[in-house]
């Protein structure tokens, strides 16, 4: 099928289903256009895709070959230059003309700035959005731009979606104030483990967005991210919360977004690509339908 606002790109190497029967519906968001401190986002979806050809397609501890599921890739998003909503509006108009046609995929999107979920979550209308991410990205309106990618959680919040964060360590006074009267809430990456997570998340109403901005990892193995910040999480960890999620919550939608660089093979894009491996391993191994 025809998309109004895609484009053909690299795409994952093993066969593909169409979109009309995929169960996992890839979409690339090549915009960077807000990006405050390292550019490149607009480099990620391609990043992610190319990294996949260093892994194996089968994954050990689930005893499951990823090439063999329904996944459809429908290529990258045409950006509107410099307009974080008016690119947003096309990954909304892109995911509802996916609905429309298989109601019962659910997308990926690989980014490119964190700004993006939000046309994700406006096409899903999840419940509850659950993030992985340094930064609270919480603020009203950042350098005059309230679509800028600082803005998206508080954005998503205004749409009445239920919020957890998990991962922060940077945000603004007013932005821990707007989450503590907006009952957000959120862990700090020095107190999270596991039962932070499930403490959190276990209340959520379904269906859940999962978003993970690729900055919630330690940057020692993220180094190429629009917004780099120290003391972050692990690997498995995050890999560990997400199989409880799957397990648990009826997912919406998924994404990874904030992956960077300009070289093909950096280590961010080879941590995103393993991370897009898991979730859809997870999803098929042990996810709630
Ligand atoms: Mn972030």
Same mark, same amino acid.
């Not at 519906?25 to 895709?49: C, E, M």
């Not at 960077?260 to 042990?286: D, Q, R, V």
């Given at each position: 099928? *025809?998309?109004?606002?895609?484009?053909?790109?690299?795409?994952?190497?093993?066969?593909?289903a169409?979109?009309?029967?995929?169960?996992?519906?890839?979409?690339g968001?090549p915009? #960077?256009?807000?990006?405050s401190?390292?550019?490149?986002?607009?480099? !990620?979806?391609t990043?992610?895709?190319q990294?996949?050809l260093n892994l194996?397609?089968?994954?050990?501890?689930?005893?499951?070959?990823?090439a063999?599921?329904?996944i459809a890739?429908? !290529?990258?998003?045409?950006?509107?230059?410099g #307009?974080?909503?008016?690119?947003?509006?096309?990954?909304?108009?892109?995911? *509802?003309?996916?609905?429309r046609?298989?109601?019962?995929?659910?997308?990926?999107?690989?980014g490119?700035?964190h700004?993006?979920t939000?046309g994700?979550?406006?096409?899903?209308?999840?419940?509850?959005?659950?993030?992985?991410d340094a930064?609270?990205?919480?603020?009203?309106?950042?350098e #005059?731009?309230p679509?800028?990618?600082?803005?998206v959680?508080?954005?998503?919040?205004? +749409?009445?979606?239920r919020?957890?964060?998990? !991962?922060?360590r940077?945000?603004?006074r007013?932005?821990?104030?707007?989450?503590?009267?907006? !009952?957000?809430?959120?862990?700090?990456?020095?107190?999270? /483990?596991?039962?932070s997570?499930v403490?959190?998340?276990e209340?959520?109403?379904?269906?859940?967005?999962?978003?993970?901005d690729? /900055?919630?990892?330690d940057?020692?193995i993220?180094p190429t991210?629009?917004?780099? @910040?120290?003391?972050?999480?692990?690997?498995?960890?995050?890999i *560990?919360?997400?199989?409880? +999620?799957?397990?648990?919550?009826?997912?919406?939608g998924?994404?990874?977004? @904030?992956?960077?660089g300009?070289?093909?093979?950096?280590?961010?894009?080879?941590t995103?690509?393993?991370?897009?491996?898991?979730?859809?391993g997870?999803? *098929?191994?042990?996810?709630?339908?």
């Amino acid at each position: 099928m *025809e998309f109004l606002y895609t484009y053909e790109t690299l795409k994952l190497e093993f066969p593909l289903a169409e979109p009309e029967e995929a169960r996992y519906v890839i979409l690339g968001v090549p915009f #960077d256009g807000t990006t405050s401190y390292k550019a490149g986002a607009r480099f !990620g979806p391609t990043l992610i895709r190319q990294a996949t050809l260093n892994l194996e397609s089968y994954v050990l501890d689930y005893d499951l070959d990823i090439a063999e599921l329904p996944i459809a890739d429908i !290529g990258d998003i045409a950006v509107v230059a410099g #307009d974080p909503r008016k690119t947003a509006d096309r990954v909304r108009e892109t995911i *509802e003309e996916l609905k429309r046609v298989n109601p019962n995929a659910i997308p990926i999107l690989l980014g490119g700035e964190h700004s993006q979920t939000l046309g994700a979550v406006e096409a899903l209308r999840p419940k509850s959005y659950v993030v992985f991410d340094a930064h609270l990205d919480l603020r009203d309106s950042y350098e #005059d731009n309230p679509y800028n990618h600082a803005c998206v959680a508080r954005r998503i919040a205004e +749409l009445g979606v239920r919020e957890a964060m998990f !991962g922060i360590r940077s945000g603004t006074r007013e932005e821990v104030e707007f989450a503590e009267k907006g !009952g957000i809430r959120w862990v700090h990456a020095r107190d999270y /483990d596991f039962d932070s997570f499930v403490e959190l998340v276990e209340p959520l109403p379904e269906p859940v967005y999962l978003s993970v901005d690729i /900055d919630v990892f330690d940057l020692a193995i993220v180094p190429t991210t629009g917004t780099p @910040e120290a003391g972050g999480l692990g690997f498995w960890e995050v890999i *560990e919360a997400i199989e409880w +999620l799957v397990e648990n919550k009826r997912i919406a939608g998924f994404d990874i977004m @904030e992956v960077a660089g300009e070289t093909l093979g950096n280590p961010t894009a080879l941590t995103a690509a393993k991370l897009l491996f898991y979730f859809i391993g997870a999803m *098929e191994k042990m996810g709630k339908l």
